[in-house]
């Protein structure tokens, strides 16, 4: 495996993998990578000929400074991982080299953006789509894979594939989960003892719901589950919303869509979690 902070360095690499017809795969992250993330990289690995792995904290998708200041930042560890998995390429540039000088762009991202972690973090999304636009201009790549975790974020992406006239398949992948349930997150290393032990509530009241939906509305639905999870200790809902998989709008009755999906944000303490499941 090639660690490359330079993008003119990884576009030479690239550039000769793609000369031989040789496909890429990109797994873009925020390294204190995890099982989440290392089955993304299978995946990546299974169908593509080149994987590259990108680990940048991205400062233009943070609206919280103290929340930048905070994430992990485990870069050694990360890179053992990415070698051990058979990653090609881990790219791990500097800020400056990301943005050399201060990223202008807004995109146009549409009403996907609006709503719940766009209405909560104004500008997180536009900082995505600037950093995964920037990814994608620089390692062209056939397939990029991200976690369905961040449910939100695959649609907000879609939409800027769509507006930028990338020429690329997105592979959404499953959330994997810690044996209790809690989904894998790189911020779950904050929790303390305490609160890592209740985290586990937040998957198990929205699995419980699948039943509980089936004779009851989407708003009844919500309150269930939102009066689940405040019950439990350090644990305060910032928004559950049942929505359509594709639009990310809310829905209020169940025959609406075809793909109902409930997305939670969570305070546990002061880390903030987010989930999401399938009805
Ligand atoms: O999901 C993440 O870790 C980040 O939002 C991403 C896609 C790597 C962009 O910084």
């Not at 290392?38 to 169908?47: C, D, H, I």
């Not at 004779?215 to 200790?233: L, R």
Request: hydrophobic share 40%; glycine share 6%.
């Amino acid at each position: 495996m090639e660690i490359v902070r330079e993008i003119s360095q990884l576009r030479a690499g690239l550039d000769a993998a793609r000369a031989q017809g040789k496909t890429i795969g990109l797994v873009p992250t925020m390294g204190a990578l995890h099982d989440g993330h290392l089955s993304l990289v299978a995946k990546a690995r299974q169908e593509c000929d080149v994987v590259v792995v990108s680990v940048f904290v991205n400062p233009t998708q943070f609206n919280d400074p103290k929340d930048l200041q905070s994430y992990p930042r485990t870069e050694q560890a990360d890179c053992e991982l990415l070698q051990a998995a058979g990653v090609d390429f881990a790219f791990v540039p500097s800020v400056a080299e990301m943005y050399p000088e201060p990223d202008t762009r807004v995109f146009d991202l549409g009403p996907v953006a609006e709503v719940m972690e766009g209405a909560m973090r104004p500008g997180h999304f536009n900082g995505v789509a600037q950093v995964v636009s920037k990814l994608f201009a620089i390692t062209q790549p056939d397939r990029a894979y991200f976690g369905e975790k961040d449910f939100q974020q695959i649609a907000v992406i879609r939409r800027m594939v769509e507006l930028e006239g990338f020429n690329l398949e997105i592979v959404p992948c499953p959330i994997m989960r810690h044996a209790d349930g809690l989904a894998m997150s790189s911020r779950n290393v904050r929790l303390t003892h305490e609160q890592r032990a209740v985290a586990p509530a937040i998957h198990r009241a929205l699995a419980a719901s699948v039943e509980y939906a089936k004779s009851h509305t989407p708003a009844e639905t919500i309150a269930h589950v939102v009066d689940e999870i405040n019950s439990q200790p350090f644990m305060q809902v910032e928004y559950y919303q049942i929505v359509d998989g594709k639009t990310l709008q809310p829905i209020t009755a169940w025959a609406e869509t075809s793909e109902p999906v409930g997305c939670v944000t969570v305070f546990c303490g002061d880390v903030r979690l987010i989930d999401n499941i399938k009805y």
